[in-house]
């Protein structure tokens, strides 16, 4: 090959081909991973969803506190002081004990429980819901949380707590 | 400035650097797919199943641009796959600050929880704001100088080499048109410019 100019551009052009074989055999390695070296997860749900979880949509949910269901706050309880759905307890991810004890004997009375934390991306209702199955109490995780609450127009009680 | 970019050598430093840091980035997170599924859905520029999709995915398109980088492979091609996912992540970063939300752990690199806060790295350092999007920039000049400036052919000394070279054309020693004081299978035994 003879080293002229044109054949010089010509050779460091970017090969396109190239460009999007790196791209596509990325990806199938990444699916091929995910599939077959047992480190993998179901892609077709969301990631904080596991087997066993039952997710309720705000709708339901609405019905569910209209007949005196038991609310959630799962987010840190700085949280719940300042914001959350009408009659929430705290029972955060984080100091989940505490909340517990507190909470444990209306847990153990409510007709139904709802778990609720920041929504999209947030898995501190999912820990929650599953740490109350081990205690043997089933709680509804609410779908995308508090903010769906709120974009749907239901009340929130915003009166500071202690 | 022009022929410092053309280096060789600083290509050879630029793809070695980001290189490692694209597949050190890749190992954790292709370690614990779902972990990083977590904080893509966390990031909430994408939906549940596309951050699936991107968790499974984007790590390796790191790996294999890093290897790729590193071993001096389709460098321009990989490098651009490099520049454009940087692209991504500083679009990502940006529309998460724009929006104000709190990514706690930024998954850039390591997928390990933010936990108590540590004196180092500080906050500012994990987080996503404008210490990540300022080193992404970097990094994605330092692509894009991996693209676009085509390096030098000679091996070492451009500048000194160039400078020899207009030199010899001045004396009318080798033709201006640069047919090639540089080597090659064709080259002529006569050439001057070769030392």
């Known amino acids: 090959m003879h080293w002229d100019g044109a054949c010089y551009f010509r050779n460091m052009a970017v090969h396109w081909k190239r460009f999007i074989l790196i791209l596509v055999a990325g990806a199938a390695a990444g699916f091929l991973w995910n599939a077959a070296s047992g480190r993998g997860f179901a892609l077709g749900r969301s990631v904080l969803v596991q087997a066993g979880d039952e997710l309720v949509q705000v709708a339901d949910a609405r019905t569910l506190l209209d007949r005196g269901a038991l609310f959630l706050d799962a987010r840190p309880r700085d949280f719940w002081r300042m914001s959350r759905i009408p009659g929430a307890l705290p029972l955060p991810e984080d100091d989940f004990d505490r909340g517990f004890a507190e909470a444990e004997e209306r847990l153990r009375r409510a007709s139904g429980i709802v778990v609720y934390c920041s929504g999209f991306g947030c898995e501190a209702s999912h820990v929650v819901a599953r740490k109350l199955r081990e205690r043997g109490l089933i709680a509804a995780i609410l779908d995308e949380g508090l903010p769906a609450w709120q974009d749907a127009g239901l009340p929130v009680d915003t009166e500071p707590r202690s | ?195």
């Open chain 2, 1 to 195: 400035v022009s022929a410092l970019l053309r280096s060789p050598r600083v290509h050879l430093v630029l793809r070695l650097l980001l290189g490692a840091v694209f597949v050190y980035a890749s190992l954790d997170k292709i370690w614990d797919p779902a972990a990083f599924a977590k904080i893509v859905y966390q990031w909430q520029v994408v939906g549940p199943v596309a951050s699936n999709l991107v968790a499974v995915t984007l790590p390796w398109v790191e790996l294999l641009a890093g290897l790729l980088l590193i071993a001096g492979v389709w460098k321009r091609e990989s490098a651009l796959v490099v520049a454009l996912m940087l692209v991504f992540f500083i679009v990502a970063a940006g529309t998460v600050m724009a929006r104000g939300i709190d990514v706690e752990n930024c998954g850039c690199v390591s997928l390990a929880k933010a936990g108590a806060p540590t004196a180092w790295p500080p906050a500012w350092m994990k987080g996503v704001g404008w210490f990540l999007v300022s080193r992404n920039l970097v990094f994605l000049a330092a692509s894009l100088v991996l693209v676009l400036a085509a390096p030098s052919r000679q091996g070492s000394g451009s500048h000194t080499e160039t400078a020899r070279q207009r030199a010899a054309e001045r004396a009318g020693l080798t033709p201006a048109s640069g047919a090639g004081s540089q080597g090659g299978a064709t080259q002529r035994p006569s050439a001057q410019g070769k030392t």
